[in-house]
């Protein structure tokens, strides 16, 4: 249990749909952040938000979509996604965003999404 | 960030400690070395991390040689729920937009076998 929970685990979606996964961190942690990790790849940093405001945003596509109402919970909305889209997408969180503690982050289990 | 050099596996018996090796030869001042393993299907894990001197938590303990060039991992009592994949990393505290950036390499598949 590291503190930081995802829902849902498990995600099957039609390229039409729209759904969200959610991200929550009990650690009182400020920063947060969306990762994707696809079979065979490394890990890709996808958005970065620091006191609920986003500083980073790598070049990801429009169908993603980030949102941070509180620095508990962060959430991405997905909607006409691809078959390429298909990963692990993992949320983590961290002390701060602009100091060395930033790499000491701590993961959420992921969400598995399937794009059919 | 510094490169860093892992062996693709290693096997390490149950209850016996697990050392795993890293090079970072061209590791440069405010580099930290990072250790962070991800087990099969769950999310990456935070092990520990160090500049100069060695480094003690309740998962691991982190020796960096004195040129820091090198370090070694140190799981002292394996256990099967110690099977993963380790990651080493050198990460910069020069500030910028490097700050959050986490990169993974290959890393070692690490198997504890009973």
């Known amino acids: 249990e590291t503190g930081v929970t995802q829902t849902p685990r498990h995600l099957v979606m039609g390229m039409t749909n729209k759904k969200s996964l959610k991200c929550e961190q009990h650690l009182g942690h400020n920063a947060m952040y969306w990762y994707k990790q696809s079979a065979k790849k490394p890990l890709e940093l996808m958005f970065v938000?620091?006191?609920?405001?986003?500083?980073e945003n790598n070049s990801v596509p429009s169908r993603f979509s980030p949102e941070c109402p509180n620095s508990s919970h962060l959430f991405l909305h997905l909607h006409t996604l691809q078959p390429e889209d298909s990963a692990l997408y993992l949320c983590?969180?961290?002390?701060?965003?602009?100091?060395?503690?930033?790499?000491?982050?701590?993961f959420g289990p992921g969400t598995r999404l399937t794009v059919t | 960030d510094a490169k860093t050099t892992q062996p693709p596996s290693m096997d390490c018996a149950e209850g016996r400690a697990a050392n795993l090796p890293c090079n970072h030869s061209?590791?440069?001042?405010?580099?930290?070395v990072y250790w962070y393993r991800q087990i099969h299907s769950q999310g990456p894990q935070y092990i520990i991390h160090?500049?100069?001197n060695n480094e003690t938590n309740e998962m691991a303990s982190l020796i960096i040689t004195e040129d820091r060039k090198s370090s070694t991992l140190i799981l002292p009592h394996a256990t099967l729920r110690d099977t993963a994949v380790y990651y080493c990393?050198?990460?910069?505290?020069?500030?910028?937009?490097?700050?959050?950036?986490?990169?993974f390499g290959q890393g070692t598949i690490l198997t504890v076998h009973p």
């Open positions: 990393i050198a990460l910069t505290n020069a500030g910028g937009t490097s700050y959050g950036k986490l990169t």
């Open positions: 983590a969180s961290s002390q701060d965003y602009s100091t060395i503690s930033s790499y000491e982050q701590y």
């Open positions: 160090g500049l100069k």
């Open positions: 938000y620091s006191l609920e405001e986003r500083v």
């Open positions: 061209t590791i440069s001042g405010n580099e930290y």
